[in-house]
């Protein structure tokens, strides 16, 4: 199909800008993350395709793991001025 790309983002494109604007912010963060990680396994795959050999679990758990330590961190409890 000649216009996937442009056909998919008009299709998304008002459910994108309704999670950016409206949603929980858990909603959004987890929006973010899906798309990351299926970027990240497109590019990996690319590289597959190249002759590269790529841990793509690997890549994607840590990269996962990566994003949630960013959205659990403020309601982390390490560094709260226990010491205080």
Do not use: N
């Not at 990680?37 to 790529?54: C, D, N, P, T």
């Not at 758990?61 to 659990?72: E, G, K, R």
């Amino acid at each position: 199909m000649k216009y996937a790309r442009e056909l998919t983002a008009l299709v998304l494109s008002p459910i994108v800008i309704y999670i950016i604007g409206w949603s929980h912010p858990y909603v959004f963060d987890a929006t973010i993350a899906l798309c990351a990680a299926l970027a990240l396994w497109e590019f990996l795959i690319l590289g597959r395709r190249k002759g590269y050999s790529l841990p793509v679990a690997l890549s994607l758990l840590l990269m996962l793991f990566i994003i949630a330590a960013f959205v659990l961190e403020p309601i982390s409890v390490a560094g709260r001025g226990a010491a205080s």
